[in-house]
Each structure stands twice: as C-alpha cells, then as structure tokens.
C-alpha cells in the first residue's frame, strides 16, 4: 500500500513504513503504554530482536482515508479504556498532523499486560 498525491510539481508517495513509524512514536508517547506487541503471536521472536515499527501497527487505506490498527501492551493498574481511548485520538490526532490524509479509523488491541516488580505495600524493605 502507498498513499499517493499528485500535485503540478510532481507526485507525493507516502510509505506504510513512514506512516508506522509516525503512529509507532504517537503510541509511545501515551500514557499507560509500555510498548507494542506483534499482530500475530508467530512474529514475537522477531519483534524481540528487531525494534520495526511496522511490528504492532496494520494500516490499510482507501478513498475514504487510513484505518489504522495498533496492538500494544498495557502497564497493569491503569484503566484500560482510558489508555485505548488516549492511542486511538494521539495517532489520529499525529497522523492527520503530520500527513494531512484522513483517518477513519484506529482499532487499539491490547495484547498484554506488564506487572512491575515492586515490593507489596504491606511488606517491610528488606535492609
């Protein structure tokens, strides 16, 4: 897929890498985030040994504009629908920024939850 422009100078290409890339860095801006997960459970080891942002998002496009589905993983304890609500507008709000194309639809699918390793509360530190 390449989203295309032509203008009285020449033609515009966007690359599905570019634009992954753009919705990559809008969902590790928000809050709750920790990172993205693979589409498909098969892509796990690569996307442990290669950071690509096209790992964890999925953008087709047609006249109406871009729909955009992102996977990412959530840190535990926060609401996951504020966390999903706040990718959805952060990529729409980025991509229409930066592109200038119409986005008709981002799809937020939490694939994970990350626990952090923290002493429980009612337990003293160890010194």
Same mark, same amino acid.
Request: glycine share 6%; aromatic share 6%; hydrophobic share 35%.
């Given at each position: 897929?390449?989203?295309?422009?032509?203008?009285?100078?020449?033609?515009?290409?966007?690359?599905?890498?570019?634009?992954?890339?753009?919705?990559?860095?809008? =969902?590790?801006?928000?809050?709750?985030?920790?990172?993205?997960?693979?589409?498909?459970?098969?892509?796990?080891?690569?996307?442990?040994?290669?950071?690509?942002?096209?790992?964890?998002?999925?953008?087709?496009?047609?006249?109406?504009?871009?729909?955009?589905? =992102?996977?990412?993983?959530?840190?535990?304890? +926060?609401?996951?629908?504020?966390?999903?609500?706040?990718?959805?507008?952060?990529?729409?709000?980025? +991509?229409?920024?930066?592109?200038?194309?119409?986005?008709?639809?981002?799809?937020?699918?939490?694939?994970?939850?990350?626990?952090?390793?923290?002493?429980?509360?009612?337990?003293?530190?160890?010194?």
């Amino acid at each position: 897929m390449r989203t295309e422009e032509r203008t009285p100078l020449g033609s515009i290409h966007i690359s599905p890498k570019a634009i992954a890339t753009l919705v990559y860095h809008a =969902v590790q801006r928000t809050y709750g985030v920790v990172g993205l997960a693979p589409k498909h459970r098969w892509q796990r080891l690569t996307h442990l040994l290669v950071r690509d942002p096209e790992q964890g998002v999925h953008i087709t496009h047609d006249e109406e504009g871009l729909e955009i589905d =992102v996977y990412i993983v959530v840190e535990y304890g +926060v609401n996951l629908r504020a966390v999903a609500n706040s990718v959805a507008n952060q990529v729409r709000y980025e +991509v229409e920024r930066a592109l200038g194309l119409p986005v008709k639809a981002v799809n937020v699918h939490v694939r994970g939850l990350r626990f952090e390793n923290t002493t429980p509360q009612d337990e003293e530190p160890r010194p």
